[in-house]
């Protein structure tokens, strides 16, 4: 009897090695690697699918009119760059509960609505456990198949006889192969399920649409190649103990990555969000509150307005506390210090907490001076004007410097009914359509007395 050959890999990252050992060299983390039994590989497994393929100039290949199509939701083509790629293969990830299942859901019964035809692979539930969330979401639809299997072989199968024009796998993580002996899950079945999975899209013209789970530290869940072998790679993101809920591409090859989808979740499912900065908004009074301050951000070709809230305190402890939430550590550690250095504020001995309502994560520049001004009025428990927009980026110096798409962010505020903009200094003329009190500061010492509400003196 031939000996059964083992290889140890690591469910993190990947990693193979011969024998085992307790720290992966590879990613670091201990304790991951698992022992695998090293499947043999056949000519049919070796041979691909791709030698059908001829070899042609760029100048000869004809792209169709309908390379992509809407999915029904205006805040997901936005984050696809346009809409859904034929023989694409798009990975969408998310925490658990966050509403994974219940957006492809809704998405494919939005698709099966214009024709087309859909396969959905539940893989972790039953078909009636399907048919109940779809009736609870009002979806039906004639061309929707529901298939409960989790074997990756019996699935293309079904592809074969049904032939859909586009696939969804719920999830990832829940498929097997029966060429590889490990369980489902593990990074041998993940890697072999998503390449054949690619094959299909790209020979077949399928566009597939796989879920996959994060682990706890908020990555997809499997080899990091996963992430390579796909052509989108969606993080659907959120506080499951609110509505509010974010859809973000860290990866597309047909759009843009710095567009976000915003939807609020409710009894019937999800809901788009056409005006994000209203949503995020909703709760802030018209009382002028120190340390409270609207910034305008970009995400993408959208502007959002939200609110930058700061709590400055006296500390006992020999180290004051610096906590950020939505806002890069680092980058308010230095707004921190130029605040001591180029205003005089003297902040070694107080605590401060910054914050960023609606969950959102902002990291651009833009931010950094509602940020400084958030702090310096809760210090000197001064409130900024409530009609009074921020804009500006704070250099080292303590000067403001510009930022991008600064009429748009204008635009945005102006429509929300917003009546004073500060902004940085600039070297063109701003258009004259703009119903709004623009004031250009060329410091931080002039934005932080621009700001100060009258109504707190």
């Not at 074969?160 to 993580?173: F, G, M, T």
Request: a neutral charge; one cysteine or more.
């Amino acid at each position: 009897m031939a000996k059964v050959k083992t290889k140890w890999v690591c469910q993190n990252c990947g990693y193979e090695t011969a024998k085992y050992i307790g720290k992966c060299p590879d990613c670091g983390e201990w304790g991951t690697l698992t022992e695998e039994v090293e499947a043999k590989q056949t000519k049919s497994v070796i041979n691909t699918v791709f030698d059908n393929n001829p070899v042609c100039l760029i100048n000869e290949i004809e792209i169709t009119e309908n390379i992509k199509f809407p999915t029904g939701f205006e805040e997901l083509d936005r984050v696809l760059g346009g809409g859904l790629v034929q023989g694409s293969l798009v990975l969408l990830a998310g925490d658990p509960g966050i509403g994974k299942s219940t957006l492809i859901l809704q998405t494919a019964g939005n698709i099966c609505a214009q024709g087309k035809k859909l396969l959905y692979v539940c893989a972790e539930e039953s078909g009636s456990q399907v048919k109940l969330r779809a009736r609870r979401l009002n979806v039906n639809s004639d061309n929707l198949y529901v298939y409960s299997q989790t074997n990756l072989e019996a699935v293309i199968n079904q592809i074969d006889i049904i032939k859909p024009e586009i696939l969804v796998i719920d999830s990832i993580q829940s498929i097997y192969t029966s060429n590889i002996t490990s369980s489902s899950g593990s990074v041998s079945q993940i890697r072999e399920c998503t390449n054949t999975l690619m094959d299909i899209a790209k020979n077949k013209n399928i566009t597939v649409i796989v879920i996959g789970h994060v682990t706890k530290d908020g990555n997809i869940a499997g080899p990091k190649v996963l992430e390579h072998m796909v052509d989108t790679v969606i993080y659907f993101e959120g506080d499951k103990y609110k509505s509010q809920r974010l859809l973000r591409s860290i990866k597309n090859r047909f759009g843009s990555t710095n567009e976000i989808g915003v939807f609020n979740m409710a009894e019937n499912g999800l809901n788009e969000v056409t005006n994000p900065s209203e949503l995020f908004m909703k709760e802030r009074t018209d009382n002028a509150t120190p340390g409270s301050v609207i910034i305008a951000t970009n995400e993408g070709t959208r502007a959002l307005l939200v609110e930058v809230q700061a709590l400055v305190g006296t500390t006992s402890y020999p180290s004051p506390r610096r906590v950020s939430t939505g806002v890069e550590y680092n980058r308010l550690l230095q707004i921190i210090a130029v605040l001591e250095k180029r205003i005089g504020l003297n902040l070694s001995k107080h605590d401060v907490y910054v914050n960023v309502i609606g969950g959102i994560e902002i990291d651009e520049p833009a931010a950094d001076l509602g940020i400084a001004l958030a702090i310096a009025t809760c210090f000197r428990d001064v409130a900024v004007d409530p009609d009074c927009v921020i804009i500006g980026e704070i250099s080292l110096s303590g000067e403001i410097r510009n930022v991008s798409n600064i009429e748009k962010r204008i635009y945005e505020a102006q429509k929300l009914g917003f009546k004073k903009a500060i902004i940085p200094k600039l070297s063109k003329k701003l258009s004259e359509e703009f119903n709004i009190d623009i004031i250009q500061v060329p410091r931080l010492m002039d934005a932080i007395t621009a700001c100060v509400s009258k109504r707190s003196n």
